[in-house]
C-alpha cells in the first residue's frame, strides 16, 4: 500500500508559487460553501511516520483556509479527564459540528498502532480495535460526515535522512525527541503493523489516501488538492442527490400473532408495605452511601439511564438514588429535544458529552434510547436511522464498559390503568400540575405502539455487559427499592470482581 508513495515526488519552487494562489482561493471557496450549507462535517485524519512533515502541513492548511472555521486538534498522552474515561471519548469531544472542518493530528489510530508495535497488543486484539474503529467510522459516515485519512509516509532511508536533517537545524531540533528514535529503531515493524490497519480501515466511506511526506511542497499541495476536491465532490452530490426510498423493515423479533413480550408478563402486583419500604430504604442508602464513598470507588465509574412509560416514577427513582450520594459525586442528565448545537453533531454525541470520569456517577433521565422510542414512533428520523441505531448503540454501550464504567439500564413498567390515575392526580395537585402536558396526554394514545418499541428495544440491546434491568413500577415503593438494591448489587460485583 506504500509503494506509491516512495517514488520520490517532487515539485519545484515555480510551480508550487504558481499552484499555491488559486489553490488557496478555491480552498476558501469551498470552505464557504461548506459554511453556507451546514450539510456535513468534514473529519480530516493527519497520521503517518515521524518527520513525513504533518505539523508542518497541517500548519499550511490552517494558514490556506480560514482558521476561525477549523478546529485541528492534537492528541498526545491523555490528559487526566480523557484517562479516566472510555479511550474514544476525547475523540467525540474534537468532532466538528456540520458545515465545519475538523483536523485530528493523531487520532483513534495512533494507541492501537504503538501498542502492537511494541508488543503490548496481541494481533487478535488489534484486530478487534480494527473492528470497532470500522464500526465508528461507518457511523461517522451514516451521519453524513466527509472522512479524510492522510497517511504520511517514508521509507526507512528516508526518515533517517529526515530526522538528522531536523536535529542538525537548531531552531527545529526539539521536534525530534528519543520517542522518535527509538520509533525508528522499530520502523519495520512499524511498516508492517501500518500496512495491515491501514488495509483493514480503507473503505470507500473513509479511504486512506497515503502521501509522500518527503518534498513539503509537493506534500502540501497534493492534501490541499484531495481536501478541496472532496469538499467540492460531496457538495455537488449534496445538491443532486434525490431522497432513497427507505430499505425495507427487519422482521420483527417477536411474532406478532401471541402479543407476547417481556413487558405485559411482568408481574406488576408485586409492593411493599410502608414500613418494610422505610427499613429497606434506610439500609440501601446507607450500603450505597458506603460504596461510594469508598477509596475502591475511584476507580468506576457508574452510568444509570432511566427509561419507561410516562408517570411510571423515574423521577422519584432517581431522586432516592441521589439522597444516597455526596452532591459532588453526581450528575442528574435530564434528557429533552436536542438542541440546535447536538442536531449538528452524530445522534450518540450528546450522550458520549456527559459521561462521568471514575468515582463519579452520572444518571441520565431518559437516555440514547429515545431513538428507537419517541422518534421511531413520532417519525422523527427515518426507520434506515432508528433501524441501525441498536446496533450504533450496543457498540456504544461497549465501549462504555470496556473503559470501566457500570451500566445500568432501567426500564419501569405501569399499567395503561395505573398511568391515568397518575395522570389525573398529577392534574389535580397543584405543585405537581407541571408534570402533565398534552404531549404527554397524545402519548397516552399510542401505548401499543410504545410498548412495541420498548419490547423490540429491551431484545436487541440486553447484552451481557450492559443488561436491563425492568422494574415493575405500579407500586413505587416497590420499584424504588427494586432500582436501588440493583444498583448496590452490581456496584458490589464489580467492586469484589476486580479484588478491590
Known amino acids: 500500500m506504500f509503494e506509491s508513495a516512495e517514488i520520490g515526488h517532487r515539485i519545484d519552487r515555480q510551480t508550487y508559487a504558481k499552484a499555491v494562489p488559486k489553490l488557496r482561493e478555491s480552498l476558501i471557496e469551498a470552505q464557504w460553501a461548506l459554511e453556507e450549507s451546514g450539510q456535513f462535517p468534514v473529519i480530516v485524519l493527519i497520521a503517518g511516520v515521524d518527520g513525513a512533515g504533518k505539523g508542518e502541513t497541517v500548519n499550511t492548511l490552517n494558514e490556506w483556509m480560514d482558521p476561525r472555521h477549523i478546529r485541528t486538534v492534537a492528541f498526545d498522552k491523555p490528559s487526566f479527564e480523557e484517562a479516566q474515561r472510555p479511550r474514544m471519548w476525547r475523540y467525540w469531544q474534537a468532532l466538528p459540528p456540520r458545515g465545519k472542518v475538523g483536523i485530528l493530528f493523531g487520532s483513534w489510530y495512533t494507541d492501537p498502532i504503538i501498542a502492537r508495535v511494541y508488543g503490548r497488543l496481541k494481533k487478535s486484539a488489534l484486530d478487534l480495535e480494527i473492528q470497532r474503529i470500522n464500526r465508528f467510522e461507518q457511523l461517522l459516515a451514516d451521519d453524513g460526515a466527509l472522512v479524510l485519512k492522510f497517511w504520511f509516509h517514508l521509507s526507512k532511508k528516508a526518515q533517517r535522512e529526515r530526522l538528522e536533517e531536523i536535529d542538525r537545524d537548531k531552531a527545529r531540533t526539539w521536534r525530534v525527541t528519543r520517542s522518535d528514535w527509538q520509533q525508528f529503531e522499530h520502523y519495520d515493524r512499524y511498516y508492517r503493523t501500518c500496512e495491515h490497519v491501514l488495509r483493514l480501515t480503507s473503505s470507500g466511506h473513509a479511504p486512506w489516501l497515503v502521501v509522500e511526506g518527503r518534498d513539503a511542497r509537493y506534500r502540501n499541495l497534493t492534501v490541499g488538492t484531495l481536501l478541496h476536491d472532496a469538499i467540492r465532490t460531496r457538495l455537488a452530490q449534496q445538491k443532486k442527490r434525490k431522497p432513497r426510498p427507505p430499505p425495507p423493515s427487519a422482521a420483527p423479533l417477536v411474532a406478532p400473532l401471541d402479543r407476547i413480550t417481556m413487558l405485559n408478563r411482568m408481574d406488576l402486583s408485586q409492593s411493599l408495605t410502608d414500613r418494610k419500604y422505610e427499613r429497606e430504604m434506610e439500609r440501601l442508602h446507607g450500603e450505597m452511601n458506603r460504596l461510594a464513598g469508598s477509596r475502591a470507588f475511584e476507580r468506576v465509574a457508574v452510568v444509570a439511564a432511566f427509561e419507561g412509560m410516562d408517570a411510571a416514577g423515574k423521577?422519584?427513582?432517581?431522586?432516592?438514588?441521589?439522597?444516597?450520594?455526596?452532591?459532588?459525586?453526581?450528575?442528574?442528565?435530564?434528557?429533552?429535544?436536542?438542541?440546535?448545537?447536538?442536531?449538528?453533531?452524530?445522534?450518540?454525541?450528546?450522550?458520549?458529552?456527559?459521561?462521568?470520569?471514575?468515582?463519579?456517577?452520572?444518571?441520565?433521565?431518559?437516555?440514547?434510547?429515545?431513538?428507537?422510542?419517541?422518534?421511531?414512533?413520532?417519525?422523527?428520523?427515518?426507520?434506515?436511522?432508528?433501524?441501525?441505531?441498536?446496533?450504533?448503540?450496543?457498540?456504544?454501550?461497549?465501549?462504555?464498559?470496556?473503559?470501566?464504567?457500570?451500566?445500568?439500564?432501567?426500564?419501569?413498567?405501569?399499567?395503561?390503568?395505573?398511568?391515568?390515575?397518575?395522570?389525573?392526580?398529577?392534574?389535580?395537585?397543584?405543585?405537581?400540575?407541571?408534570?402533565?402536558?398534552?404531549?404527554?396526554?397524545?402519548?397516552?394514545?399510542?401505548?401499543?405502539?410504545?410498548?412495541?418499541?420498548?419490547?423490540?428495544?429491551?431484545?436487541?440491546?440486553?447484552?451481557?455487559?450492559?443488561?436491563?434491568?425492568?422494574?415493575?413500577?405500579?407500586?413505587?415503593?416497590?420499584?424504588?427499592?427494586?432500582?436501588?438494591?440493583?444498583?448496590?448489587?452490581?456496584?458490589?460485583?464489580?467492586?469484589?470482581?476486580?479484588?478491590?
Open 315 to 500: 423521577g422519584g427513582a432517581i431522586r432516592r438514588v441521589a439522597r444516597s450520594l455526596d452532591a459532588r459525586q453526581y450528575r442528574v442528565v435530564p434528557v429533552a429535544s436536542p438542541t440546535d448545537e447536538a442536531r449538528a453533531q452524530p445522534y450518540l454525541w450528546r450522550f458520549w458529552h456527559h459521561l462521568p470520569r471514575r468515582g463519579r456517577i452520572t444518571i441520565y433521565d431518559r437516555s440514547w434510547y429515545g431513538r428507537v422510542l419517541v422518534e421511531r414512533i413520532e417519525g422523527y428520523c427515518s426507520e434506515a436511522d432508528w433501524m441501525r441505531a441498536y446496533s450504533e448503540i450496543n457498540d456504544f454501550e461497549e465501549e462504555l464498559v470496556a473503559g470501566g464504567a457500570l451500566l445500568c439500564k432501567f426500564w419501569l413498567q405501569i399499567s395503561p390503568e395505573e398511568q391515568l390515575r397518575r395522570f389525573e392526580a398529577r392534574k389535580a395537585t397543584g405543585f405537581k400540575r407541571f408534570k402533565i402536558t398534552n404531549e404527554d396526554w397524545r402519548n397516552r394514545k399510542q401505548w401499543p405502539l410504545y410498548q412495541q418499541a420498548a419490547a423490540d428495544m429491551i431484545d436487541r440491546t440486553s447484552t451481557g455487559h450492559a443488561p436491563w434491568t425492568l422494574i415493575e413500577a405500579e407500586d413505587k415503593h416497590w420499584a424504588r427499592i427494586k432500582v436501588l438494591k440493583t444498583l448496590v448489587q452490581r456496584l458490589q460485583d464489580v467492586l469484589s470482581r476486580d479484588g478491590r
